[in-house]
C-alpha cells in the first residue's frame, strides 16, 4: 500500500523524533554530540556492520560450498532491517544538526525521505540482496548524507512497507529505551 506524502511524512517525522529522543539519551551517557558521532564516521561503521548481519539473514551470495541452506526468516531480516534504520534516523538527525549550524543548504529529513519513498520502485528479495551489499558504496567517509534512498529502497525490495516498519520500529524504539533506562 503506497501512503500518500501526508501519511509518509507525518511516520517518518515521527521516527525521527523518537529516535532523537534515544539518541539524546545516548549521547548524555556518553558525553558525546551528534556532530562528535558525524565527525567520526560512526554512523559508517554502524551501518556497514549492521548491512552485514542483514546480509547474513538474508543469505544473500551464501557461501557455494554449503549444501543446504536454511530459509530466509524474515522476521529476524525485518528485524536487522529495522536495526539498520535507526542507524539512518539517527544520522538523517545528525546531519540536519550539522546543516542547521553550518547554513548548508539540504533537502529536510522527512523530505528527502519522501522523495525516495515517491519514486522507488518495489523489486524482489533476491535484488533486496543486492541492495545490502550496495549500500557501504553510499557510506563512503567523505559523505555527507545518509543514504535515505537506499534505505527505502531496501524496505520496498523486501516486500516491507512503511506501516509495518513504522509499527516494528516503534516496538524496537520502546525496548532501546527499556534497555538505556536500566542501563544495558
Not at 551528534?34 to 564516521?41: A, E, K, L
Amino acid at each position: 500500500m503506497i501512503l500518500d506524502k501526508e501519511e509518509f511524512t507525518s511516520k517518518w517525522s515521527h521516527m525521527l523524533d523518537v529516535q532523537e529522543n534515544l539518541d539524546k539519551q545516548i549521547r548524555q551517557e556518553y558525553g558525546i554530540t551528534y556532530t562528535d558521532m558525524y565527525n567520526r564516521n560512526y554512523y559508517s561503521y554502524a551501518l556497514m556492520y549492521l548491512l552485514g548481519e542483514l546480509s547474513h539473514e538474508l543469505k544473500a551470495y551464501w557461501p557455494w560450498h554449503e549444501k543446504t541452506v536454511e530459509p530466509v526468516d524474515m522476521m529476524k531480516v525485518k528485524d536487522k532491517f529495522i536495526d539498520c534504520l535507526q542507524i539512518i534516523l539517527s544520522w538523517q538527525n545528525a546531519t540536519w544538526e550539522r546543516v542547521v549550524e553550518t547554513n548548508y543548504g539540504l533537502y529536510q529529513p522527512v523530505i528527502k525521505a519522501w522523495n525516495a519513498y515517491r519514486r522507488d520502485e518495489s523489486t524482489t528479495v533476491p535484488m533486496a540482496a543486492r541492495y545490502v551489499n550496495g549500500i557501504p558504496k553510499w557510506c563512503g567517509f567523505s559523505y555527507v548524507e545518509p543514504p535515505v534512498g537506499a534505505i527505502i529502497r531496501l524496505m520496498n525490495g523486501l516486500g516491507f512497507n512503511i506501516e509495518e516498519v513504522y509499527n516494528a520500529y516503534m516496538t524496537k524504539n520502546r525496548i532501546n529505551h527499556e534497555r538505556q533506562d536500566n542501563g544495558y
